[in-house]
């Protein structure tokens, strides 16, 4: 899933700084899996926002909607009577970026905000742990790493690791942060395939990953 | 020949070889790369220019290896694929060479997050055994990473880095291999401490023919005081200053640590000196070049010879 976090109070607050009257909307993909952005989080934001303001004597009003998902039209059409009827001064999305990008695009005379930061394409680890495993290069070959994505997950995206930073299992950038390219050793030993890791693998083609343009699919069989 | 570096020139003809190292100024002033390179000049057979290490921005080591040129120093150019992707690297390996530098040494680099710099955002295109790869295709196909042809081919003494004291040991033979494999000619060794880990490294490299494959060189960095091996000790990564080595330092007179420390990396150079595959010794006195004479000449490796 795509994990996201609040941006801090502070931030939000600055954003709508010069606003009375905002629709905050939430969403029920993957950051309500990951505790960012759902119905429950919207709710306590809404809260925040409104006690901090009236400490500063200025309240805020805001109305509250959670829609299925922010990253497709159908839903964002939802809030077409909302926005007609209550006159908002913006519209703060607690999507991951999508949302309120496609938000934006619907509305065009509207200011909208971010309320979270989009961190990465990842899992859970543990309750309330999140961590990277994906970057979306587009041509997936983690097979050839025991499973194990080296791009995403090694600090320098090494095809021919673990580097000489490697120390007890972890990164030489944080002690938080576990090798990949031990851990990649350690499967590829438990497979009986460390012959493979004594390849030298060879240039990436990166065109599929960000590198060659803001990306798109087209599904012809779908497409009507 | 491959490129007919002094280096390169050194080992053909059966020498231990000595490398030093200097690392760029931080600012445009050129005035203490003479200083410094004064110090190195006879006393090694080349010096590794560092490429902006531990990721603080310096002088560009190619500016920097033309000056030592100038000098009369051969330099080895570090290349790191963090700041550049594979037009740079190509486009600076292409300059490089047009600058008259021969000796190239191939590296991925430290993470930024320990530089000056640490909201840079990182290139990383390839990696060190790619980079390897590519300097080889330039010189033994004289193509680029793309198949073109190169108008003029650059010859190059390749070079690498490996780490034996870092995790998982029981790969870091492989990864020897691998950099051979991908095109190396010679290898440094990080700074070592740990002597017997790295005999069993060495004893592997030599079971497995490697060092019949390639020219390795040991990396000795004298230790100037006990702050300092404790600072490598707990902050450089992949670095493993021993405690017997804190322990000699730690009893001698504090104003005599440096001097002991000096007279550990001649023990050590003596050491690796009698080891079955050690072609050279990498003399990283960082920040010490004045006593780069006292090291070599500890280590009864002058004068160093004179190669046609």
Redesign the interface.
């Known amino acids: 899933m795509v994990v996201g976090e609040s941006k801090p109070i502070e931030e939000i607050l600055s954003m709508v700084a010069d606003f009375n009257k905002i629709l905050l909307t939430g969403c029920k993909g993957c950051v309500t899996v990951c505790n960012a952005g759902g119905q429950k989080e919207v709710g306590i934001l809404a809260s925040a926002l409104k006690i901090a303001r009236k400490k500063e004597g200025r309240e805020i009003e805001i109305d509250e909607i959670t829609l299925e998902r922010q990253c497709d039209p159908e839903y964002i059409d939802q809030l077409e009577d909302p926005i007609a009827k209550n006159g908002y001064d913006a519209v703060v999305s607690m999507a991951c970026s999508v949302g309120p990008q496609y938000i934006a695009k619907h509305y065009e005379d509207m200011l909208v905000f971010p309320a979270l930061n989009t961190t990465f394409i990842g899992g859970s680890l543990e309750h309330g742990v999140w961590a990277e495993f994906c970057q979306a290069c587009g041509a997936c070959g983690i097979h050839n790493f025991g499973a194990l994505c080296p791009i995403a997950r090694c600090?320098?995206?090494?095809?021919?690791?673990?580097?000489?930073?490697?120390?007890?299992?972890k990164c030489?950038?944080s002690q938080e942060t576990d090798?990949v390219w031990?851990l990649i050793?350690?499967r590829m030993s438990r497979l009986g395939q460390?012959d493979k890791?004594?390849?030298?693998?060879?240039?990436?083609d990166?065109t599929s990953s960000r590198d060659g343009g803001p990306r798109k699919i087209v599904r012809e069989d779908l497409k009507q | 020949m491959k490129a007919g570096s002094n280096l390169e020139k050194v080992f053909a003809a059966g020498h231990l070889a000595v490398t030093g190292e200097l690392g760029p100024p931080r600012g445009a002033d050129t005035g203490h790369i003479h200083e410094k390179g004064k110090y190195l000049i006879g006393m090694v057979d080349s010096v590794n220019v560092t490429d902006n290490q531990t990721a603080v921005v310096r002088m560009a080591s190619m500016a920097v290896c033309r000056l030592l040129l100038d000098m009369g120093i051969e330099p080895n150019l570090q290349m790191v694929c963090r700041d550049r992707n594979r037009l740079a690297i190509q486009a600076d390996l292409l300059g490089a060479s047009g600058l008259g530098i021969k000796n190239v040494l191939c590296l991925s680099g430290d993470h930024q997050k320990f530089g000056d710099h640490p909201q840079a955002k990182n290139v990383f295109d390839i990696d060190s055994m790619q980079l390897i790869a590519t300097v080889k295709k330039m010189r033994d196909e004289g193509k680029l990473i793309n198949d073109h042809e190169c108008e003029g081919v650059p010859p190059y003494f390749i070079g690498a880095a490996v780490n034996p004291f870092a995790d998982p040991f029981d790969f870091r033979v492989t990864r020897l291999a691998k950099k051979i494999e991908a095109g190396v000619d010679f290898i440094q060794t990080q700074c070592i401490y740990n002597m017997e880990k790295f005999r069993t490294y060495m004893q592997q490299a030599y079971d497995q023919g490697l060092t019949e494959k390639c020219y390795i060189m040991a990396g000795i960095t004298p230790l100037k005081s006990v702050g300092m091996a404790r600072y490598m000790q707990k902050f450089v990564p992949g670095l493993e200053v021993t405690e017997d080595h804190i322990e000699r330092l730690k009893g001698v007179d504090k104003k005599k640590q440096g001097d002991e420390g000096i007279k550990i990396a001649i023990e050590q150079m003596q050491e690796v000196k009698e080891m079955k595959g050690i072609a050279g010794i990498h003399v990283m006195a960082i920040e010490w070049e004045e006593r780069v004479e006292e090291l070599v000449t500890g280590a009864g490796l002058l004068p160093r010879p004179q190669v046609a």
Do not use: D, R, T
């Not at chain 1, 600090?155 to 299992?169: E, F, I, T, V």
């Not at chain 1, 890791?197 to 990436?204: D, G, T």
């Open positions: 600090a320098k995206s090494l095809l021919n690791g673990p580097c000489g930073g490697s120390a007890g299992g030489e950038i090798c031990h050793y350690e460390l890791m004594a390849n030298v693998v060879m240039f990436k990166w």
